[in-house]
């Protein structure tokens, strides 16, 4: 049943690439929809099949994949709706920074915190805000700001993924970690895609989703192993 849900969401994911290259907005919508959808039935099937999985593992990161699906419902959105973009895309992106926060609680639970991780999520932040100026973005201050607390909490997930596998040594680590990296090239991606007006790009925009569908779905799949 895990890999059926799976299944569908790789249907869904590459119907909504091949709607956006299609400019078909509304129904790349609903596919991207879809798919999200998959990534909290993943998790719940995924729970189902282990029942042994440590709580402090799956209460978090289900909370994570909700809040993910919440950014993605706003983010999707502002696709039918342009007048609103602009208000949108930070409502998207604090929904997304949430669910990241809460990827990240369940992996430090699960391997026990690590300071260098902390330390990296600093440096890509100063490394974010500097690069925001460097590549011209043309957002206000708070946005900025925003984006800047968006790198370290993706990178701090990111990073805190890298260490469960190296503690645990489980497939389930292994899937979050590679999970959560797709998911911090896709932000990298999405933040030139939006902030650079770089759409017209296909390569980047299909990178970009691609690798987010992966990543969610990767992260869902690991409450089977862990």
Request: hydrophobic share 55%; proline share 2%; with cysteine.
């Amino acid at each position: 049943m895990v890999y059926l849900f799976f299944g569908i969401c790789i249907i869904a994911a590459t119907f909504c690439l091949g709607f956006r290259s299609l400019n078909k907005n509304f129904w790349g919508l609903v596919a991207k929809y879809i798919a999200s959808l998959s990534f909290l039935i993943i998790g719940i099937t995924a729970f189902a099949k282990n029942p042994a999985c440590n709580m402090n593992y799956f209460v978090p990161l289900f909370l994570g994949l909700i809040l993910c699906h919440a950014g993605d419902a706003f983010l999707g959105v502002k696709e039918l709706t342009p007048t609103y973009r602009k208000r949108l895309i930070p409502i998207g992106l604090f929904a997304f920074l949430l669910g990241h926060v809460a990827f990240s609680t369940a992996f430090n639970l699960t391997s026990g915190f690590y300071f260098v991780t902390a330390i990296v999520a600093a440096v890509a932040a100063i490394l974010t805000f500097g690069g925001s100026y460097v590549f011209k973005f043309e957002i206000p201050l708070w946005m900025r700001i925003l984006i800047t607390l968006y790198s370290f909490t993706v990178t701090f997930t990111a990073v805190s993924a890298c260490y469960l596998y190296a503690v645990q040594k489980t497939v389930g680590g292994i899937l979050a970690m590679i999970g959560a990296l797709f998911l911090l090239f896709s932000d990298t991606c999405l933040s030139f895609v939006y902030f650079k007006e770089w759409r017209a790009n296909r390569t980047l925009s299909v990178l970009e989703l691609a690798t987010y569908f992966a990543g969610q779905a990767l992260i869902a799949l690991s409450i089977m192993y862990v």
